[in-house]
């Protein structure tokens, strides 16, 4: 496929099977909120041989842990727009993150909009972070091989951990993993108009990112919106997926772009033809991505 934008034909097809998979999550209501934050997501996906639940300081969080020596540790934030989805609800891409790079996952119930705006998610995936590199000897992973993950909004809270913590000075971290990352706050691009209504549309996306800011301006914040930041220079490697039909493909770009252009190592993969949320959705090509994250962070924890 040359065209990265032409819709997958096999996605055009599970589309048109159920035209309703493609209907943009809608309202943020008090009847549906508990639906889309659910405790329990699908059946499990993955084996992995120990999965327990645990807190952080309140925070929930839930560690996976594979048989073998762990390769490092990924502290996981879960998708949704900053205002649904939960630990249970992505419980598969924890496992196959988990799976494919041999690490220690630590999974993040941090709070959520509109009850809990910005920055109390991003405070709480911060919180949970820093226990990660301080206990990561306990949980078998060395504290220097910690890297961050996320999906959608939770590649947004990845990326701004990475520059909270650079910018603080005191926890380096190895990696982060931005899986079709927010990083533009409520800037419109192109890819925004070209997808607008394949699984998120704009006006979902204003709602969530309305929700998460509760009305402030915060696109030139760079812990809310981290394109907007001065320089990236000084932040962990980087592997940056975006998918070729997905609307936040452009901004995941331009965030990769700017990572390169100050100096940060950079491996950027689109996956042609497939829209947001496809790894969460196990697509088929979602395979092909998790094999790919999970070469690149053993590859980055290997390198240490």
Same mark, same amino acid.
């Given at each position: 496929?040359?065209?990265?934008?032409?819709?997958?034909?096999?996605?055009?097809?599970?589309?048109?099977?159920?035209?309703?998979?493609?209907?943009?999550?809608?309202?943020?209501?008090?009847?549906?909120?508990?639906?889309?934050?659910?405790?329990?997501?699908?059946?499990?996906?993955?084996?992995?041989?120990?999965?327990?639940?645990?807190?952080?300081?309140?925070?929930?969080?839930?560690?996976?842990?594979?048989?073998?020596?762990?390769?490092?540790?990924?502290?996981?934030?879960?998708?949704?727009?900053?205002?649904?989805?939960?630990?249970?609800?992505?419980?598969?891409? /924890?496992?196959?993150?988990?799976?494919?790079?041999? %690490? $220690? #996952? @630590?999974?993040? !119930?941090?709070? &959520?909009?509109?009850?809990?705006?910005?920055?109390?998610?991003?405070?709480?995936?911060?919180?949970?972070?820093?226990?990660?590199?301080?206990?990561?000897?306990?949980?078998?992973?060395?504290?220097?091989?910690?890297?961050?993950?996320?999906?959608?909004?939770?590649?947004?809270?990845?990326?701004?951990?990475?520059?909270?913590?650079?910018?603080?000075?005191?926890?380096?971290?190895?990696?982060?993993?931005?899986?079709?990352?927010?990083?533009?706050?409520?800037?419109?691009?192109?890819?925004?108009?070209?997808?607008?209504?394949?699984?998120?549309?704009?006006?979902?996306?204003?709602?969530?990112?309305?929700?998460?800011?509760?009305?402030?301006?915060?696109?030139?914040?760079?812990?809310?919106?981290?394109?907007? /930041?001065?320089?990236?220079?000084?932040?962990?490697? %980087? $592997? #940056? @997926?975006?998918? !070729?039909?997905? &609307?936040?493909?452009?901004?995941?770009?331009?965030?990769?772009?700017?990572?390169?252009?100050?100096?940060?190592?950079?491996?950027?993969?689109?996956?042609?033809?497939?829209?947001?949320?496809?790894?969460?959705?196990?697509?088929?090509?979602?395979?092909?991505?998790?094999?790919?994250?999970?070469?690149?962070?053993?590859?980055?924890?290997?390198?240490?």
């Amino acid at each position: 496929m040359t065209d990265e934008g032409t819709l997958d034909p096999w996605v055009a097809d599970w589309f048109a099977a159920d035209p309703n998979r493609a209907v943009p999550f809608a309202e943020l209501s008090p009847e549906i909120l508990p639906l889309a934050r659910g405790p329990e997501g699908g059946p499990v996906t993955r084996e992995i041989a120990e999965v327990r639940d645990d807190h952080v300081d309140d925070i929930p969080i839930r560690i996976y842990r594979g048989a073998g020596e762990p390769t490092g540790l990924v502290v996981y934030f879960h998708g949704g727009g900053y205002c649904i989805g939960s630990i249970g609800l992505m419980d598969n891409v /924890a496992r196959e993150i988990a799976h494919w790079s041999g %690490a $220690v #996952v @630590v999974s993040v !119930g941090y709070r &959520l909009a509109p009850e809990n705006p910005y920055p109390a998610g991003l405070d709480d995936c911060e919180t949970v972070t820093r226990w990660a590199v301080a206990n990561a000897e306990n949980l078998g992973a060395a504290p220097d091989r910690v890297a961050v993950a996320g999906e959608s909004a939770g590649g947004n809270l990845s990326a701004t951990v990475a520059l909270r913590l650079r910018d603080a000075g005191d926890v380096t971290l190895a990696g982060q993993v931005l899986l079709y990352p927010g990083t533009a706050g409520s800037v419109v691009t192109d890819s925004m108009r070209e997808f607008d209504g394949l699984i998120l549309s704009l006006d979902s996306m204003a709602m969530f990112w309305g929700a998460y800011s509760a009305g402030r301006d915060l696109d030139a914040d760079p812990y809310a919106a981290p394109l907007s /930041a001065a320089s990236l220079s000084g932040l962990p490697p %980087a $592997v #940056v @997926v975006l998918g !070729g039909s997905d &609307l936040l493909r452009d901004e995941g770009r331009a965030y990769a772009g700017r990572l390169r252009d100050d100096g940060v190592v950079v491996d950027e993969v689109c996956y042609p033809g497939q829209p947001h949320g496809f790894l969460n959705l196990d697509f088929p090509a979602a395979a092909e991505a998790f094999e790919h994250v999970g070469g690149w962070l053993r590859t980055t924890f290997s390198s240490i």
